[in-house]
């Protein structure tokens, strides 16, 4: 048991790294693509890379049986717009250098999540996890009425896109991949059309003439899917409750990356805010700790 949970910790940390550290280095380096193509293609790539796994592990049981049920299918489709907001809003940070803000977004999601599983799930809530979300809204206040100019949209967007993201999935309680690649099955008609529209009219960089080009790109398909494998395992291992603490490698790296490697300005006001947020983390994560 100890070996498993062990096994999950790392599972778990290495894709919250991932996403963090390898996620942003090579969305940020293939952005010059622009970041409309880029999501086109993180969506074509990402369902190419599904259907070889569902195949490869043998799931295809799993995803004919979620296919005949509507409601499944319904909530899968509302989950599928709330990816595609969340990856073409995060590769959209990234590209125009906003990863500390898009890091924003990863630090208050977790919280926000605990908010919505109280409104919609009637989950209880103690003291500590009351005072968190006060401290995400404290922050948020604050950003508007000192300076709406520093408030972090496209980090407030991936949070509340992410959180509703994963209170849809927890509805219908469906295998984390197989339900992905539904998702990604009713993107895939809007890329495809997409991603014509741009080769028509020559703005494409994805061109057969140059497959070292073609390869990079396709990577965004494995860059998405990896990360995710590693991180459900560890979940499955060591329980949510780790695992959430864990993943704040994420918007951890991502903001080291922003402000120490990019170069990202970061202002005195954005720097209150966060702190206010980092406390709220603190509070969370010691909290998690000891109920789990």
Same mark, same amino acid.
């Given at each position: 048991?100890?070996?498993?949970?062990?096994?999950?910790?790392?599972?778990?940390?290495?894709?919250?790294?991932?996403?963090?550290?390898?996620?942003?280095?090579?969305?940020?380096?293939?952005?010059?693509?622009?970041?409309?193509?880029?999501?086109?293609?993180?969506?074509?790539?990402?369902?190419?890379?599904?259907?070889?796994?569902?195949?490869?592990?043998?799931?295809?049981?799993?995803?004919?049986?979620?296919?005949?049920?509507?409601?499944?299918?319904?909530? %899968?489709? !509302?989950?599928?717009?709330? =990816?595609?907001?969340?990856?073409?809003?995060?590769? $959209?940070? #990234? @590209?125009? +250098?906003?990863?500390?803000?898009?890091?924003?977004?990863?630090?208050?999601?977790?919280?926000?999540?605990?908010?919505?599983?109280?409104?919609?799930?009637?989950?209880?809530?103690?003291?500590?996890?009351?005072?968190?979300?006060?401290?995400?809204?404290?922050?948020?206040?604050?950003?508007?009425?000192?300076?709406?100019?520093?408030?972090?949209?496209?980090?407030?967007?991936?949070?509340?896109?992410?959180?509703?993201?994963?209170?849809?999935?927890?509805?219908?309680?469906?295998?984390?991949?197989?339900? %992905?690649? !539904?998702?990604?099955?009713? =993107?895939?008609?809007?890329?495809?059309?997409?991603? $014509?529209? #741009? @080769?028509? +009219?020559?703005?494409?960089?994805?061109?057969?003439?140059?497959?070292?080009?073609?390869?990079?790109?396709?990577?965004?398909?494995?860059?998405?899917?990896?990360?995710?494998?590693?991180?459900?395992?560890?979940?499955?291992?060591?329980?949510?409750?780790?695992?959430?603490?864990?993943?704040?490698?994420?918007?951890?790296?991502?903001?080291?990356?922003?402000?120490?490697?990019?170069?990202?300005?970061?202002?005195?006001?954005?720097?209150?805010?966060?702190?206010?947020?980092?406390?709220?983390?603190?509070?969370?994560?010691?909290?998690?700790?000891?109920?789990?």
């Amino acid at each position: 048991m100890n070996k498993n949970f062990n096994k999950g910790l790392l599972s778990a940390g290495f894709g919250s790294f991932w996403w963090g550290f390898f996620g942003v280095i090579y969305f940020k380096y293939i952005s010059f693509i622009g970041h409309i193509e880029l999501v086109i293609h993180r969506c074509l790539w990402t369902t190419f890379t599904l259907v070889i796994t569902t195949f490869l592990f043998s799931k295809g049981d799993i995803f004919l049986d979620i296919v005949k049920q509507k409601k499944k299918l319904f909530y %899968l489709f !509302i989950s599928g717009f709330l =990816i595609f907001i969340n990856w073409g809003v995060w590769i $959209y940070a #990234i @590209a125009t +250098n906003r990863i500390i803000d898009a890091s924003f977004g990863y630090f208050i999601m977790p919280i926000l999540s605990v908010m919505l599983g109280y409104i919609f799930f009637k989950e209880v809530l103690n003291k500590k996890r009351i005072f968190s979300i006060s401290l995400v809204v404290v922050s948020i206040l604050y950003l508007i009425i000192v300076s709406f100019k520093s408030l972090p949209l496209v980090g407030i967007i991936v949070a509340l896109s992410w959180s509703f993201y994963n209170l849809v999935r927890k509805k219908i309680n469906v295998d984390t991949d197989v339900g %992905l690649l !539904i998702e990604s099955l009713f =993107i895939l008609p809007f890329a495809l059309i997409s991603f $014509y529209i #741009i @080769a028509r +009219n020559g703005f494409n960089d994805f061109q057969i003439s140059n497959p070292s080009m073609m390869l990079l790109i396709f990577l965004a398909g494995p860059m998405t899917v990896i990360p995710l494998f590693l991180y459900v395992r560890g979940v499955e291992l060591c329980g949510l409750g780790p695992s959430g603490m864990i993943f704040y490698i994420t918007p951890t790296f991502q903001f080291l990356l922003g402000y120490f490697y990019y170069n990202e300005p970061f202002s005195f006001v954005k720097l209150v805010s966060f702190i206010f947020i980092w406390i709220a983390v603190i509070i969370y994560l010691k909290d998690l700790h000891e109920t789990n």
